[in-house]
């Protein structure tokens, strides 16, 4: 029998198998019959022994050692005597056999001394560790029962700072809703002077300059700004402490929840024995979780958490007179500058007004010219049109000429005429095309011209129509104090 492991206590071998030769197998497969020496064997093999790991009895003596001329007589012995034939073939000697069993029953002795000590250990083993187990799990449930009483005071301390905080939450929230109404209302007036900007980035081309409107529009819209920029520091700061005040709560919270869970748990287990339903196997579940808090870290964190709720509840306290100083001091700030804003648009409509109506006047001449030009450049592509015929006349007739035979196709006081004529009308196309584009370029800019100041027109025309109608059917209304301090 072969052990395959050991206890806490012993340690168990196999003992080590003798080194004699196994015991002879009984099956008929086992045995071979002996085989006839071949006379025609020359080399002194004998194939019906084995060569290796069998040895033969000592009575036999070894081939090897054998002379020639015995080895002969051996053979022709073998051959005429059974007897010798049977020595020769024998695999074992007796204290082989002998030996073979000696060892079989000291193996079997040995395995048998080894199961009873492993019984004694086992059993011995077995009413340690129950005794153990048992005093382990009394001292973790007692453990557990004070583990619970801590969390149940750790709870109460949470769940008082949890109402007082939900009650510092309710009145900052209301405060910054007034702020928030407040900052509200300058929208208003803050996009009307923003759309004026906006529409005033309309005009077009030269009209878009920085004049006095824009200058005192960008003025307002600073004021403005400069009015929301202190409600949005100060909202900014009530979200951030409510953000805070809610994170703080959330923390409370939270650390209330995971201790009702940890309490539920906890008492679960406090239950549980070995009795119970839905115990089971959990395999690795007690290895050591760097991440885990201990007692100290775990009352510590509780502790801060109210701290720090009590922190922040009173940062929300003072926040709330800031905000209140800051509504009483915003509301009179964005009212002087509407009024100058109003008297700068009426004087910049009257002069876009002068300079559409001489920017009309420039247009009717220029359309005048451009008639003129045009007419030109007609007369011009007339005069190259009727230039097409004769130069096709010329060219045909060198063509036509091309074709005389021989000695005929000479170059003639014709042909140098016919080339002169075609190189003199081609000149005569090429200064009327040169004049027509010289034409062609004028009228271009004539239609630059007109183009330059009906888009002038245009833009006159746009920027009276963005001052008059855009601007100031906007600028009529502004929010009241009463509003501006975040009261509806």
């Known amino acids: 029998m072969e052990l395959l492991g050991s206890t806490q206590m012993t340690t168990y071998t196999r003992p080590k198998t003798s080194h004699f030769l196994p015991a002879i197998s009984t099956m008929a497969s086992s045995y071979r019959s002996p085989q006839p020496i071949s006379t025609g064997n020359q080399n002194g093999n004998m194939p019906w022994r084995t060569n290796t790991y069998y040895r033969t009895g000592s009575a036999v003596p070894s081939l090897s050692a054998i002379p020639r001329d015995a080895l002969d007589l051996v053979r022709a012995k073998t051959m005429f005597f059974p007897s010798n034939r049977t020595a020769l073939s024998a695999r074992y000697m007796p204290e082989d056999w002998y030996k073979s069993n000696q060892s079989n029953y000291r193996e079997s002795e040995s395995s048998r001394n080894s199961a009873e000590r492993l019984r004694r250990d086992t059993v011995r083993l077995i009413q340690d560790k129950e005794q153990l187990t048992r005093r382990t799990q009394d001292t973790t449930s007692r453990n557990l029962g004070e583990r619970l009483n801590d969390i149940t005071f750790w709870r109460s301390e949470l769940s008082h700072e949890v109402d007082n905080m939900v009650t510092e939450i309710s009145a900052l929230t209301e405060v910054k809703r007034r702020l928030e109404r407040a900052l509200a209302e300058t929208e208003s007036p803050l996009q009307v002077a923003q759309e004026c900007l906006y529409h005033r980035e309309k005009r077009m081309s030269i009209d878009l300059v920085h004049d006095g409107v824009e200058k005192d529009l960008i003025r307002e819209v600073e004021v403005i700004k400069s009015c929301q920029e202190r409600m949005r520091r100060h909202l900014d700061r009530a979200v951030a402490q409510l953000a805070s005040d809610r994170a703080a709560q959330h923390e409370l919270e939270r650390d209330v929840s995971d201790k009702v869970a940890a309490q539920r748990i906890?008492?679960?287990?406090?239950?549980?024995?070995?009795?119970?339903?839905?115990?089971?196997?959990?395999?690795?579940?007690?290895?050591?979780?760097?991440?885990?808090?201990?007692?100290?870290?775990?009352?510590?964190?509780?502790?801060?958490?109210?701290?720090?709720?009590?922190?922040?509840?009173?940062?929300?306290?003072?926040?709330?007179?800031?905000?209140?100083?800051?509504?009483?001091?915003?509301?009179?700030?964005?009212?002087?500058?509407?009024?100058?804003?109003?008297?700068?648009?009426?004087?910049?409509?009257?002069?876009?007004?002068?300079a559409k109506n001489s920017l009309q006047t420039h247009l009717a001449k220029t359309l005048q010219e451009i008639f003129q030009t045009e007419m030109l450049i007609e007369s011009l592509k007339r005069a190259m049109r009727d230039k097409e015929s004769p130069l096709k006349v010329a060219q045909t007739r060198l063509e036509e000429r091309t074709r005389r035979p021989n000695v005929e196709l000479c170059r003639d006081y014709p042909y140098h005429r016919l080339v002169s004529e075609v190189r003199e009308i081609e000149d005569t196309i090429h200064c009327l095309r040169e004049r027509l584009m010289e034409a062609e370029g004028t009228l271009q800019t004539l239609v630059k011209a007109k183009v330059s100041l009906e888009h002038d027109l245009s833009i006159k025309a746009n920027s009276l129509f963005l001052d008059q109608e855009k601007c100031m059917s906007m600028r009529k209304t502004f929010p009241s104090t009463p509003r501006l301090v975040g009261y509806s």
């Not at 509780?302 to 800051?326: F, G, M, P, Y």
């Not at 509504?327 to 009426?346: E, H, I, P």
């Open 266 to 354: 906890d008492d679960r287990c406090h239950h549980l024995r070995n009795t119970s339903d839905g115990i089971s196997y959990y395999r690795g579940i007690d290895r050591l979780d760097p991440s885990l808090s201990l007692p100290d870290t775990w009352t510590k964190f509780t502790d801060n958490n109210i701290l720090h709720s009590q922190s922040e509840r009173a940062a929300s306290h003072k926040l709330r007179d800031d905000i209140e100083v800051l509504l009483n001091g915003t509301s009179n700030d964005m009212w002087k500058q509407f009024n100058t804003v109003n008297v700068m648009f009426t004087s910049r409509i009257s002069e876009t007004a002068d």
